[in-house]
């Protein structure tokens, strides 16, 4: 006998999600605090007194009293047992059409396949189709095996690193980096909250290199508060020692060009500086490095090479068994996942984005109105 309830205990609902093999921090119950433009439910399904299943789901107000519904990286449940399923799906359409939503988003954090840089070409796991085909007969539409970030709101390809001897595991131009940036005096500290204005700084660089648009201090903040294991690592560097010792260094083409660069960084940077940094927050059994940024006048003194290790180090010494370093294209051909490529990481691919129409003639007409949106190129933001 299955029950499903409304407001479920933090403590009860974050054990479930921590514990499960869908664990993901956008689950989490506090991500509601997060996304505080948003209303929110917390819901689960009891079989007996045993909790079997839950969601956080995010509540857009829409025009005309109605409301969409997302659900990010979940609901988090057994997918397999089509019994629980069905029952949750019919709790879910009631509490949908009880809040006017016109349809449902889902992005279930269902990794179907696990891929290496060597080895790209790895078949789905067995139960991807399905699952696809249960979640359709419900009457959801799956978007698609999309390849690049910008198809969808979350990416469907992470890329992570499973706990490892890192000095053993990483490629030898890899550590070489890291090396280059010890030797240059680069160092990263763990500085949360008495670092944000330089990471914010960090980040409004990386926003006009990128061309796109990342968060605010505010949100950096909330982030830290909100959770206590979230993380803010600043790689700091005070170009002046490394020119001092190429000045004392026997000149030779390498050293004269070295010094020649750095010249021009030390005027514009007189003393110690922030030049990268990165936020991630540990939940369950992994960390999630959700924001990082760099200041390009310090590229050749490669930090964040030093920063990602630092973070790596950090989470496996305290127990996480998983990193993962956010998301990039399918393709990897994109500038991101060739730096990440440089770690060697798991490639992640997850199932997919869902809609699910509660009321299909409004969701097909607003789908309509949202394609002619983008077709005359006024932005919509997810």
């Not at 949908?96 to 789905?124: M, T, W």
């Not at 600043?234 to 083409?253: C, G, H, T």
């Amino acid at each position: 006998m299955y029950r499903f309830l409304l407001d479920i205990p933090k403590y009860e609902y974050d054990s479930f999600v921590e514990n499960s093999e869908y664990c993901n921090l956008l689950q989490s119950y506090d991500w509601a605090k997060i996304k505080s433009n948003w209303q929110h439910i917390h819901v689960g399904v009891y079989q007996e007194d045993t909790l079997v299943g839950v969601s956080l789901i995010l509540i857009k107000q829409l025009p005309l009293s109605f409301t969409m519904f997302y659900i990010p990286k979940g609901p988090i449940f057994d997918y397999t047992d089509t019994n629980l399923l069905n029952f949750f799906f019919s709790n879910l359409k009631k509490l949908a059409k009880n809040r006017h939503c016109i349809f449902i988003k889902l992005d279930p954090g269902i990794c179907i396949r696990e891929l290496s840089p060597q080895n790209l070409d790895v078949p789905y796991k067995k139960q991807t189709q399905e699952i696809i085909m249960h979640l359709k007969a419900l009457g959801c539409i799956h978007k698609g095996f999309t390849t690049y970030m910008k198809e969808t709101i979350q990416p469907r390809f992470h890329m992570g690193l499973k706990k490892c001897d890192l000095d053993l595991y990483l490629s030898k131009s890899t550590l070489k980096s890291i090396r280059k940036a010890q030797k240059k005096h680069v160092e990263v500290q763990e500085v949360n909250q008495a670092g944000l204005d330089d990471f914010s700084r960090i980040m409004k660089m990386t926003e006009v290199r990128k061309g796109v648009h990342l968060r605010d201090r505010n949100y950096f903040e909330k982030l830290l508060q909100t959770y206590p294991t979230a993380h803010l690592f600043l790689a700091y560097v005070d170009p002046s020692v490394r020119k001092k010792e190429l000045l004392n260094a026997k000149p030779n083409k390498q050293v004269n060009e070295e010094l020649q660069a750095i010249e021009k960084v030390c005027e514009k940077y007189p003393c110690k500086t922030a030049i990268a940094g990165g936020i991630m927050i540990g939940y369950g059994n992994y960390c999630e490095m959700l924001y990082a940024g760099s200041n390009e006048d310090f590229a050749n003194f490669r930090p964040q090479y030093l920063l990602y290790y630092t973070q790596f180090q950090y989470a496996f010494n305290h127990g996480y068994s998983y990193v993962t370093m956010g998301g990039v294209d399918g393709d990897l051909q994109d500038g991101l996942s060739k730096f990440k490529l440089n770690f060697n990481p798991v490639v992640v691919e997850y199932i997919g984005e869902f809609d699910w129409p509660i009321y299909k003639f409004l969701y097909f007409l607003a789908m309509k109105l949202l394609k002619g949106v983008k077709k005359y190129g006024v932005k919509v933001r997810k």
